[in-house]
């Protein structure tokens, strides 16, 4: 028997009985039918990943144009629902599998953590603690002003009255950095795979182990939606590239602490963009003017900073 139809609103999100989650349509009156396929990306800008063992619920025909993205969800076939969707209300708590946190051990501690030094503009804010190694502490070209917190050293280099000298501390978080990284882009079974054709501005995430085989660029605003144990990690195998004055945005509870950027190349923050979450990057990270961030910015090489915000998320 044919499974009864829903009609949806718009703009409207809801839960069925069955434990299924109904994304809105971008015009009103659509119909729904319970029981078809679970929605991957929607060539629009969402991307919603279905519950478990319930019905899930998608549009009633394939859309006549084709997708304007590249992504591809697993296990579960795609199919396309509407732009609209203002809502991700319920994402986790709804029963989707949650995704592991990376564990950053001793570098969770760390705002910036950087293998060959920190260049900065004056005047920076820096609210966390900040380290160079194996590199000189007179690398880390900040000024106890700037720093919120403890800058480590190896030696005896690096800014008078707020460096501290502690090799084994830095050895340790550094080492903790790696592990990270390597757990980050080691996760297997990725819930979307070159969403975008790695642009993901203007699209709305729910939480999930989201991987691109090239670069990611953010040309607009992002959104990333869900409660505040929901986790994003992000594979990337090229380059990360934030354009000037976008920000990627939180709702409904989610936590930048629980988000992380895993970038194999260089990593940019355009003027006055604004990120959430940690950034773990296999060689640089450059913040342009003005640029901040909600999270840590550790870098395997060099960290370049030009008067921005860097606030760590414990």
């Not at 590199?135 to 190896?154: F, M, N, Q």
Request: glycine share 12%; with cysteine; proline share 6%.
């Amino acid at each position: 028997m044919r499974p009864a139809r829903v009609i949806v609103a718009v703009a409207s999100v809801a839960v069925l009985a069955a434990g299924a989650m109904l994304v809105s349509a971008e015009s009103g009156g659509r119909s729904f039918f319970a029981g078809e396929s679970p929605v991957a990306d929607n060539g629009h800008g969402i991307a919603v990943r279905p519950l478990p063992g319930s019905t899930t619920v998608g549009p009633t025909a394939e859309p006549t144009a084709s997708p304007t993205t590249s992504a591809v969800r697993k296990p579960a076939k795609a199919r396309v629902a509407s732009r609209s969707a203002v809502s991700l209300l319920g994402v986790s708590q709804a029963g989707f599998p949650s995704v592991a946190p990376v564990n950053l051990g001793t570098a969770g501690a760390f705002a910036i953590l950087t293998g060959s030094g920190v260049t900065d503009v004056y005047a920076s804010t820096i609210r966390g603690d900040v380290g160079a190694s194996p590199i000189t502490g007179d690398a880390v070209g900040l000024t106890c002003p700037e720093v919120t917190g403890t800058i480590y050293s190896v030696n005896a280099g690096g800014p008078l009255a707020c460096r501290v000298t502690n090799a084994p501390v830095l050895t340790a978080a550094v080492r903790d950095e790696e592990n990270a990284y390597t757990n980050a882009a080691g996760r297997t079974s990725p819930d979307f795979v070159n969403l975008g054709a790695g642009q993901i501005g203007g699209r709305t995430l729910a939480p999930g182990l989201y991987k691109w085989t090239s670069g990611v660029s953010i040309s607009t605003d992002v959104t990333l939606a869900g409660g505040p144990n929901d986790v994003w990690i992000f594979q990337i195998a090229g380059t990360l590239t934030q354009a000037s004055a976008t920000r990627v945005r939180l709702t409904g509870g989610a936590q930048a602490r629980n988000i992380f950027w895993q970038s194999a190349g260089a990593v940019a923050l355009g003027t006055s963009a604004h990120s959430e979450g940690t950034i773990l990057a296999k060689t640089s990270i450059a913040l342009n003017t003005g640029a901040s961030t909600n999270g840590r910015l550790l870098a395997q090489t060099a960290v370049t900073l030009q008067q921005n915000r860097v606030t760590n998320v414990p």
